[in-house]
T-cell receptor, first 111, second 116 residues
Framework: QKEVEQNSGPLSVPEGAIASLNCTYS??????FFWYRQYSGKSPELIMSIYSNGDKEDGRFTAQLNKASQYVSLLIRDSQPSDSATYLCAVNPYSWGKLQFGAGTQVVVTP | NAGVTQTPKFQVLKTGQSMTLQCAQD?????MYWYRQDPGMGLRLIYY???????DKGEVPNGYNVSRLNKREFSLRLESAAPSQTSVYFC???????????????FGPGTRLTVT
C-alpha cells in the first residue's frame, strides 16, 4: 500500500464548477499536509498548506483535513481552464521536513 | 530573487558517463532536497541536506552522490549513468515553519535527463 494515495484521474470538470480532489495517507502521526500544482513540463508549485483539522481557504482553493480519517482534500471553486494541471498531495510523516508525495491527480477543466 | 535555480535544463548522457546537476537557492533556506519524478511514480526523494554540512539518503539513493557546497548550493552527481536514471530531477529548498515543526518546500525548474 502506498503511503500517500490519490486518484490518478483525469478528473474532468466543466468550467465554473467545483473540482474535488482527495488524498489519503497511512501514517497516523503525520502533522503537515500540502497541495502542489504542477503544469505539464513544469515544476511543482505550492498552493496550499494545512496543519490542523478543518478547512482552510485561500482564494478559490479550500483545503480540508480530517486526521481521524487520515484524509485531506482540495476543492477548487469556479474552475478555470488555467486550473488544468496535475495536483500533488504531500504529507510530512516525520519530525521534520521530509515529505511523501502522492502520484498526483490530473485535472482537466473543459470550457 | 530567483528562488531555486537548476542547471542544466536538459542533458543526454550515454550509459557509463558521469555528470553533476547543480542547484542553488537564494532564499536563505537551511534545508535542500533532490527528487526524481517518473511517470506514475510521483516525486521520490534521492538525498537531502537538513543543514549546511549534513547530507542523508532518501528513498532512492543508489547510483547518486551529493555535495552540500555551502548554504546556497547542493549538487547531485551521477558517477556512472544508467538508463534507469532517465528521469526529471528536481531540487527543492525549505526553511523551518514554526507551527508543527515542518517545512514548506519550494522547487526549482527541473533537469530533464536522458541516458541512452
Amino acid at each position: 500500500q502506498k503511503e500517500v494515495e490519490q486518484n490518478s484521474g483525469p478528473l474532468s470538470v466543466p468550467e465554473g464548477a467545483i473540482a474535488s480532489l482527495n488524498c489519503t495517507y497511512s501514517d497516523r502521526g503525520s502533522q503537515s499536509f500540502f497541495w502542489y500544482r504542477q503544469y505539464s513540463g513544469k515544476s511543482p508549485e505550492l498552493i496550499m498548506s494545512i496543519y490542523s483539522n478543518g478547512d482552510k481557504e485561500d482564494g478559490r482553493f479550500t483545503a480540508q483535513l480530517n486526521k481521524a480519517s487520515q484524509y485531506v482534500s482540495l476543492l477548487i471553486r469556479d474552475s478555470q481552464p488555467s486550473d488544468s494541471a496535475t495536483y500533488l498531495c504531500a504529507v510530512n510523516p516525520y519530525s521534520w521536513g521530509k515529505l511523501q508525495f502522492g502520484a498526483g491527480t490530473q485535472v482537466v477543466v473543459t470550457p | 530573487n530567483a528562488g531555486v535555480t537548476q542547471t542544466p535544463k536538459f542533458q543526454v548522457l550515454k550509459t557509463g558517463q558521469s555528470m553533476t546537476l547543480q542547484c542553488a537557492q537564494d532564499m536563505n533556506h537551511n534545508s535542500m532536497y533532490w527528487y526524481r519524478q517518473d511517470p506514475g511514480m510521483g516525486l521520490r526523494l534521492i538525498y537531502y541536506s537538513a543543514s549546511e554540512g549534513t547530507t542523508d539518503k532518501g528513498e532512492v539513493p543508489n547510483g547518486y552522490n551529493v555535495s552540500r557546497l555551502n548554504k546556497r548550493e547542493f549538487s547531485l552527481r551521477l558517477e556512472s549513468a544508467a538508463p534507469s536514471q532517465t528521469s526529471v530531477y528536481f531540487c527543492a529548498s525549505s526553511e523551518v515553519i514554526i507551527y508543527g515543526g515542518t517545512y514548506e518546500q519550494y522547487f526549482g525548474p527541473g533537469t530533464r535527463l536522458t541516458v541512452t
